[in-house]
């Protein structure tokens, strides 16, 4: 594998770990657990491999862009921005709603098409870089293995996505839509930090 292909498959999953405040070299026992729980539903690590499977066939990308392509149109078809249809997607809608109320005041409308380019993709793939690095780290997947998701998530980010700042705004969507305890002015810091400063070690990687 290429030098610079792995370390673009390795800033996936940056923003994430920088969110969550965890030293991704070197994955404890404790962090393993906490990553684990704040980015899936699972309970039991034994499980992880399975639901990595899942982030590569659909993860939350799939369903929260049927969801928001449908909202987008009804959307258009009333004239209101704040009209949510509940009836399409009950958790999305609720998720949703509290975001909006969390923006008010703010520059940023969900009803901007930039949603739908780049919805929950990003966010699916660098769960998908970061946890296979975790189940390899607690001996559920082989090293091949690990890197056969690291090259899946590169390449259907850099398939979908145009840019890091693209990656860190779908990041920043799927926390806000999924981390009650997270308030939205810390997560635009991050990104921020993420695409604008000189730490952020995007700044020196090519996205493509």
């Known amino acids: ?10 800033m996936l999953g940056w923003m ?12 404890t026992l404790a962090e393993s657990l906490q990553l684990l729980r704040l980015l899936t539903s699972l309970q039991q690590i034994e499980r992880l491999p399975a639901y990595l499977r899942s982030l590569c066939e659909s993860g939350d990308r799939d369903d929260f862009d049927r ?15 704040s009209s949510l249809p509940a009836e399409v997607n009950r958790y999305w ?22 949603y739908i380019k780049v919805g929950l993709k990003g966010w699916d793939m660098a769960r998908l870089q970061l946890l296979s690095r975790v189940a390899y780290d607690r001996g559920l997947i082989s090293n091949r293995e690990m890197w056969d998701y690291q090259i899946y998530a590169w390449k259907y980010a850099a398939s979908t996505l145009e840019s890091w700042c693209d990656l860190g ?11 009650d305890s997270i308030p939205l002015g810390e ?20 996205f493509k």
């Open 1 to 10: 594998m290429m030098r610079a292909t792995k370390k673009r498959c390795m």
């Open 16 to 27: 994430l770990t920088y969110v969550e405040k965890v030293d991704d070299s070197e994955f």
């Open 67 to 81: 969801f928001i392509k449908r909202w987008m149109a009804k959307v258009a078809a009333q004239g209101r921005s």
């Open 93 to 114: 809608s609720e998720r949703m709603m509290q975001l909006q109320r969390q923006l008010a005041g703010t520059s940023i409308s969900l009803c901007d098409p930039y």
């Open 169 to 179: 705004f779908s990041c920043m969507l799927g926390y806000a839509l999924h981390a």
């Open 187 to 206: 997560l635009y810091s991050v990104y921020q930090i993420a695409t604008e400063s000189a730490e952020s070690p995007w700044m020196t990687t090519r």
